[in-house]
C-alpha cells in the first residue's frame, strides 16, 4: 500500500494484484523499489528459516559405508544403513527432521549408523544398488546384530515410524 499511499492509486486493481517490488519501482522509483525487493527476499528467507525444522542440537554419528564395510569390527550391534543422494530431496528432509529427533538421535547409539552416498552412477554405487536391492532413494535398511534384514523403509520415513523401526530392532 506504499503505492497507494505515495500517488494517490492503487496498482493493483489496474496490474497483476501483486503489489511487489516491480509495481513500487515503477510508482515510486528506485530507493522505494530497492527497499522493498530486499523486504521480499528477506521475507522468503524467513519463511523458508521457519519451514524447515531446526535441529536439537545433536547428532548422529554417521559412517561411510565404504568405511563400515572396511572396518566391520566383532561388535555385534544392529546396523541402520540410509541409502541416499545429493539431488534427492526427501533424503535432505529426512536429515532435517527424521534424524534430528531426539528420539532417533538417541536409539541411534546402538546402531552402526551407516550412510550410502548412490548420487552418481558407477560400478562401485551400480555394485551396492544391486547387493542391497535398492530401488529408489531414500531407502533406509536396517540389521540386526547378526546380519539378518529385519526391516526395509522405502521413501521419506518421519521420525516416529523410524524410531519403531529401530527400537524394534534387537
Known amino acids: ?10 496498482i493493483r486493481a489496474s ?22 525487493l530486499l523486504l521480499d527476499i528477506a521475507k522468503g528467507y524467513l519463511a523458508v528459516w521457519l519451514a ?5 542440537g545433536q547428532a ?14 566383532a561388535q555385534a550391534k544392529p546396523a541402520l544403513i540410509d ?12 536429515d532435517h527432521t527424521t534424524y534430528v529427533d531426539p528420539e532417533v538421535v538417541r536409539e541411534a547409539d546402538r546402531f552402526h549408523m551407516v550412510k550410502a552416498d548412490i548420487t552418481e ?3 562401485s554405487t551400480s555394485e551396492l544398488v544391486d547387493k542391497y536391492g ?9 540389521f540386526s546384530p547378526s546380519g539378518d534384514e529385519t526391516h526395509r523403509l522405502v ?16
Not at 500500500?1 to 492503487?10: A, H, I, N, R, S
Not at 524447515?52 to 536439537?56: D, E, I, L, N
Not at 559405508?65 to 572396511?70: F, S
Open 134 to 142: 535398492v530401488k529408489g532413494v531414500p531407502t533406509v535398511v536396517l
Open 1 to 10: 500500500l506504499l503505492v497507494k499511499w505515495k500517488t494517490g492509486e492503487d
Open 60 to 73: 548422529i554419528a554417521w559412517e561411510r559405508y565404504e568405511h563400515w564395510v572396511a572396518g566391520r569390527d
Open 155 to 170: 521413501g521419506y520415513v518421519g521420525p516416529d515410524e523410524m524410531h519403531e523401526a529401530m527400537r524394534s530392532v534387537r
Open 121 to 123: 552412477e558407477n560400478e
Open 52 to 56: 524447515v525444522p531446526q535441529g536439537t
Open 15 to 36: 496490474g497483476s494484484g501483486n503489489i511487489g517490488a516491480t509495481n513500487v519501482l515503477r510508482t515510486t522509483g528506485r530507493a522505494a523499489g530497492a527497499a522493498t
Open 83 to 94: 541409502f541416499g543422494a545429493e539431488w534427492c530431496i526427501p533424503c535432505r528432509k529426512m
